[in-house]
C-alpha cells in the first residue's frame, strides 16, 4: 500500500498583523482548497515547537530577511513560500540594522538548503533568484486570485446603506491596502487633488494615528497625515469587512493602484472581479498581473496619474473596455489552481532525491 503524503503547514500567517494582510489571506484560501483534495493530509502546526520527522514534508510560509523565520536544522523534505523582497529591493527605506544584516546572510544560507520555493508573480521570482542567489529552477511561480465572493452586484438598497455607513460621494477614487513605503499613497493623494476626485482608502494602517513618526518606515505615512490627514474629500476608513468591502469596490469610480513596486497587487484582481476600472502604476508586477487590462501611469508622477485618472472618468469606451478586459483577465486566477499546483510541488519534492 502507498503511503498518503503528510504535510505540515506552519501556521505562522494565522496569528498577528499577517491575518489581515496579503499572506494571511494566501494561507487561509489555500487551505480551503487543501480540503477538497483527498490525495494527502495535512495539518497546521507550530512549525518552530513540532516534531516534524511524523510529516512527509514542511511548508514554511513565511519568510522575513532580516528575522530568523526557518529552523537551523532541517529535519525532512521542506518547501518555503517567498511572497516578495521589498525590504531588499528598497535598503534605505528598510533599514536592517547591524542584527538584521547577520541574520540575512542565515537566512540566505537557511532559504538555499529549501528543496523548493513558491513564490506569487515573476517579478518576486527574479527577486529571489537575484537577492538570496537561488537556482531559477527551484522557484516555482504560482499565482493567488481573488475570494471567490467578489463580484459584480445588482443595483439595489445596499448602494443608499454603504454610502451611509462609510460617508462614501456619489463618485470616489478607490485604494486598497497597507500605507509602506512602496504603495506611494502621497503620490496618489496628489493625484487625486490634480483629478478633483475624492479619494477613499481601506487598510488597517491607514486609519492609524499612533506610531513613530520618525522611524525611517513610517515617515512616508507621516507626510501623508501632515498634509492629507484631516482633508475632507480624503477618507481613511480602516479595516472594512470584505462583505463591505466588496460593496465600495462597486461604488467606486475607478481604482488606483500608485505602488512603486509589489509582489503580486491582489487589489488588482478584487478590481477586477467586482468590475472597477483600474488606473495602476507602470512597474513589472503590474503588468505581469494586470496585463492590458489595466491603464499605466507613471509612479512618481501625480500629474500623470491624474490624466490616467481623469482619462477613465471621461473615456465611456475606455471604461467599458477596461471593464470587460477584467473580468476577463480575473477568471485566469483560481484558488483551486493555486492549491492543485501548490500540491504539485509537493509531490516533485517528495519525488525527487
Not at 537575484?130 to 529552477?137: K, N, V
Not at 513605503?181 to 487625486?192: D, F, G, H, Q, R
Not at 507602470?282 to 503588468?287: A, E, F, P
Request: charged residues 30%; proline residues 5%; contains cysteine.
Amino acid at each position: 500500500m502507498i503511503k498518503k503524503l503528510k504535510v505540515a503547514i506552519d501556521k505562522g500567517p494565522f496569528k498577528g498583523g499577517d491575518v489581515v494582510r496579503g499572506i494571511g489571506f494566501h494561507s487561509r484560501h489555500l487551505i480551503e482548497e487543501f480540503n477538497k483534495i483527498k490525495e494527502f493530509d495535512f495539518e497546521l502546526v507550530d512549525a518552530k515547537g513540532s516534531n516534524l520527522e511524523q510529516y512527509s514534508l514542511v511548508h514554511f510560509q513565511k519568510f522575513n530577511p532580516f528575522f530568523l523565520s526557518l529552523p537551523l536544522n532541517k529535519v525532512i523534505k521542506s518547501v518555503i513560500t517567498i511572497h516578495d523582497l521589498i525590504p531588499l529591493v528598497y535598503p534605505k527605506q528598510y533599514p536592517s540594522g547591524a542584527r538584521g544584516k547577520l541574520i540575512f546572510q542565515l537566512q540566505k544560507m537557511l532559504v538555499r538548503k529549501m528543496d523548493a520555493i513558491i513564490t506569487i508573480s515573476e517579478t518576486s521570482k527574479k527577486d529571489i533568484c537575484r537577492f538570496l542567489e537561488i537556482d531559477p529552477q527551484k522557484v516555482k511561480v504560482i499565482y493567488l486570485a481573488a475570494d471567490k465572493n467578489f463580484r459584480r452586484l445588482a443595483p439595489g438598497k445596499w448602494m443608499s446603506q454603504i454610502k451611509t455607513r462609510y460617508s462614501l460621494p456619489d463618485k470616489f477614487i478607490l485604494y486598497v491596502g497597507d500605507v509602506n513605503y512602496n504603495k506611494n499613497i502621497l503620490t496618489l493623494a496628489e493625484a487625486a487633488k490634480v483629478a478633483k476626485m475624492p479619494l477613499v482608502i481601506v487598510g488597517k494602517q491607514a486609519a492609524e494615528e499612533n506610531f513613530d513618526r520618525k522611524h525611517v518606515e513610517n515617515k512616508p505615512f507621516a507626510r501623508f497625515l501632515e498634509k492629507y490627514g484631516r482633508d475632507k474629500d480624503i477618507k481613511r476608513l480602516g479595516f472594512v469587512e470584505d462583505n463591505d468591502l466588496i460593496k465600495i469596490y462597486n461604488l467606486a469610480t475607478v481604482y488606483c493602484q500608485p505602488s512603486f513596486y509589489e509582489g503580486f497587487g491582489l487589489p488588482l484582481l478584487e478590481a477586477f472581479a467586482t468590475g472597477t476600472p483600474i488606473v495602476a502604476s507602470k512597474n513589472n508586477c503590474h503588468v505581469e498581473i494586470g496585463g492590458d487590462a489595466v491603464l499605466l501611469a507613471d509612479p512618481k508622477s501625480p500629474q500623470d496619474m491624474a490624466e490616467k485618472i481623469t482619462q477613465v472618468l471621461k473615456d465611456e469606451k475606455l471604461r467599458k473596455d477596461l471593464i470587460t478586459k477584467g473580468e476577463t483577465r480575473a477568471k485566469k486566477f483560481d484558488w483551486g489552481k493555486t492549491a492543485k499546483d501548490t500540491y504539485d510541488v509537493y509531490k516533485s519534492v517528495i519525488g525527487s532525491r
